[in-house]
């Protein structure tokens, strides 16, 4: 997935690329308003996270921008402000939430994949269907076939939900590895074996899988 990041403070854009980029995040960075809304225009990117007082236009006026050109991609501002009127501003023009200077590494990385999940979840729906029959109930977070629900593990209800939020698309190992378990310690091998269980109680092909690029639930 591809980030944009708009930060004219040299040590915070680094240290904040370089992160996202340890996710498997691509991340064009910027250091300026105009570059990066000409940026969006010629990219497709997954999010834009965007500092608000940056030089030649703010982020509010590159948020102002693509919201009014209808371009969809969830947006994070970022602010050193307090200012309660900053903050509302923003939502009133269409970011999808907020991060405030200083924060912490970890708040950054919550945040990240709290938006583009909620984003990429979004759906008038309450089942998706599947191939092989299979049918996601998006109320109860529950896999069905032929009506009967199928009997998963909390884990392999999390690995289910996880490749749902991003139908269609790949997901890395270490994305998944992450976002699933945080800091505890599991294995590429871990991830494996919770993946074959899932297949041998659904469909050997319901979680596709692909060397370099990871898992994915095809949409259909």
Same mark, same amino acid.
């Given at each position: ?111 990240? *994949?709290?938006?583009?999940? *909620? ?26 076939? *032929? ?74």
């Amino acid at each position: 997935m591809k980030i944009l990041l708009l930060e004219d403070d040299y040590s915070y854009r680094v240290s904040i690329k370089e992160f996202l980029e340890s996710f498997d995040y691509e991340v064009d960075d910027f250091e300026n308003g105009q570059d990066a809304l000409d940026a969006v225009f010629e990219n497709d990117y997954a999010l834009l996270l965007l500092d608000v007082r940056v030089p030649t236009i703010s982020g509010h006026e590159v948020l102002k921008e693509v919201r009014k050109n209808d371009i969809d991609v969830p947006i994070i501002l970022v602010t050193s402000l307090t200012d309660i009127d900053d903050l509302s501003l923003g939502y009133e023009i269409g970011c999808n939430d907020y991060i405030r200077k200083p924060f912490a590494l970890k708040e950054l990385k919550c945040r990240v *994949n709290q938006t583009i999940n *909620n984003f990429q979840f979004k759906t008038s729906k309450s089942n998706i269907k599947l191939d092989f029959n299979f049918i996601y109930d998006l109320d109860k977070h529950e896999l069905m076939k *032929n009506g009967e629900y199928v009997k998963l593990t909390i884990v392999e209800q999390r690995i289910i939900q996880f490749l749902i939020r991003r139908l269609g698309s790949f997901s890395t190992t270490n994305e998944m590895t992450t976002t699933l378990w945080d800091d505890d310690f599991i294995t590429d091998a871990d991830l494996r074996m919770h993946i074959k269980r899932i297949r041998d109680k659904t469909d050997k092909n319901l979680i596709l899988n692909s060397r370099g690029l990871g898992y994915k639930i095809e949409k259909i």
